[in-house]
């Protein structure tokens, strides 16, 4: 990829003369903060974005790639971090679908079966071609969705946050079958905001920061301190400092909790019991599907668990309604986009939601104080280190990161005793991930009862007091992480432990 720009209108220029050289056999990572361009760069390359200027060539050969259709003719194929596999399908139909083989109109599907389970084989997928897909692990899906790109006879792989919701285990599978991939002369290029997993994979690494190329460098000779400084332009602490643990009353107390599927009659919580108390940080940790999602709705309220009681500050808020409950909780949705903010509403009006309710933000009856509201939400742009332009601009036109503090912001100013996280930083870079993080510590040493729910297994370890595992609604084991290390409470979340 030759000086490859990229200029949305009327002035947002997302990418600014990038050049990239991929080698055949090697596994190639591109890096950089939410808005550096890699996203970009890679739709461009499979054909979803056309560039504003620049060439690709391939094998030496200049091409055009219009179409996604074009980039898998070409033999580029890319795996999204949203999958796009059909849940009713089995393994070998999502496989071949858009590619189907006919014979006068029909498919020879024992053939097709044969086609696909070689292909499961001859890279170690371990998987059933007559399984069907929503019957899977997360782990085994995405598997799917290379055996798909290999079907089409790819050579070059895009390979999208791939390990975001594995445990350590089902990272390390993968590895061994990307390597795998490698060693049949396939081309992998490799995105994930995970600097370990980088340098671990990785032949060569791409940096770009705000849509410029600043170096492609050998894995072997740079470290993940010096990587995330080239990433972000300045020095970039992992470690995180936390007082010693001593926690106070029990603010959250969570009984015998049952949910059961109205659909299915599958039990998504079953017989839960939680406890969170003041000055501590109380992480849930299991592969996605295991009863997070349920569990944090029924906090919230959105869901009306079947059994079993949620008590707040020593008050029942089980039947509760969700305005009430929000004079309680501080919550922070995995969704920023569409369960956290109102994008076409103003940035005043986004961080005075649930304010309003307060009695010295209201006017009368039925309306603001509008003078107080902006004096209020000025004062938490400064504080939470918003960038922004005014306060009448839209959260849609911000940074993913300064969309998360517009979230962070709000709810952290609500002084509520209890803050709900759930996937806090998911899709964050490194320095909005960091900024979090310490503001999450800052709540917990003020005396702030959090529970956390992540997919990030690192994120779970680091910040936590006390950890609990899910898996299939159940609470299957209480740790303390530091007493414990990652594979270990992969095993639980695996089901690989007693």
């Known amino acids: 990829m030759v000086k490859i720009f990229k ?54 050969k200049k091409v055009n790639i219009n179409t996604p259709s074009k980039a ?12 796009m596999l059909v849940p009713s399908f089995t393994v070998y139909e999502n496989v071949i679908l858009g590619q189907e083989r006919t014979v006068a109109g029909f498919i020879n599907k024992a053939e097709v079966k044969v086609q696909v389970q070689k292909i499961i084989d001859a890279y170690g997928f371990d998987i059933d ?51 795998e991939l490698k060693r049949r002369g396939k081309t992998i290029v490799f995105i994930s905001h995970k600097l370990d997993e980088v340098l671990k994979i990785s032949d060569r690494i791409t940096v770009l920061r705000k849509g410029e190329k600043i170096a492609t460098v050998q894995s072997k000779n740079i470290t993940a301190s010096e990587l995330a400084k ?10 995180i400092d936390k007082k010693p643990y001593n926690p106070k009353e029990e603010v959250l107390l969570i009984k015998n909790l049952h949910l059961r599927s109205k659909r299915t009659s599958k039990a998504l919580l079953d017989d839960v019991e939680i406890s969170v108390r003041a000055g501590e940080i109380v992480g849930i940790a299991g592969v996605e599907g295991n009863g997070q999602y349920e569990l944090v709705q029924a906090i919230v309220g959105t869901i009306k668990p079947d059994k079993g009681k949620i008590l707040v500050n020593n008050v029942d808020v089980t039947t509760m309604s969700i305005r009430d409950r929000r004079r309680l909780i501080c919550y922070v949705p995995q969704d920023r986009k569409y369960a956290a903010l109102a994008l076409k509403a103003s940035i005043l009006e986004n961080l005075i939601m649930t304010h309003h309710l307060k009695r010295d933000f209201q006017k009368g009856l039925f309306s603001i104080n509008w003078k107080k509201a902006r004096q209020s939400a000025s004062e938490m742009t400064k504080r939470f280190e918003i960038v922004h332009r005014n306060l009448e601009e839209q959260p849609q036109v911000l940074s993913g990161g300064n969309q998360q503090k ?62 609990y595992v899910m898996r299939n609604g159940r609470i299957v084991v209480h740790l303390v992480p530091t007493e414990v290390d990652v594979h270990t409470v992969g095993k639980y979340m695996l089901g690989a432990v007693d």
Do not use: C, W
Request: glycine content about 6%; overall charge negative; hydrophobic content about 45%.
């Open 7 to 60: 200029v949305y209108p009327p002035d947002v220029v997302a990418l600014s003369g990038v050049d990239l050289s991929l080698e055949r056999g090697e596994i190639h990572s591109v890096v950089g903060e939410n808005g550096a361009g890699k996203s970009t760069l890679m739709r461009i390359l499979y054909g979803m974005v056309k560039p504003s200027a620049g060439f690709i060539f391939l094998d030496g």
């Open 72 to 83: 898998m003719e070409l033999g580029i194929g890319m795996v999204h971090q949203e999958f």
């Open 129 to 179: 071609s007559n399984a069907q897909v929503s019957q899977l692990s997360v782990a085994a899906q995405q598997k799917v969705e290379i055996v798909k790109q290999l079907y089409r006879k790819i050579e070059l792989l895009i390979l999208d946050e791939p390990t975001a919701v594995l445990t350590p285990q089902e990272s390390d599978e993968l590895f061994e079958r990307i390597l």
């Open 230 to 239: 080239m990433m972000v332009g300045k020095s970039v602490t992992f470690q």
């Open 406 to 467: 517009v979230v962070v912001a709000r709810e952290f100013s609500l002084g509520h005793n209890l803050i709900l996280l759930d996937q806090p930083t998911r899709g964050l870079d490194i320095a909005s991930t960091e900024y979090i993080h310490k503001l999450i510590i800052l709540m917990r040493d003020s005396l702030k009862a959090i529970l956390l729910i992540s997919a990030d297994l690192d994120e779970l370890m680091e910040l936590s007091d006390r950890l």
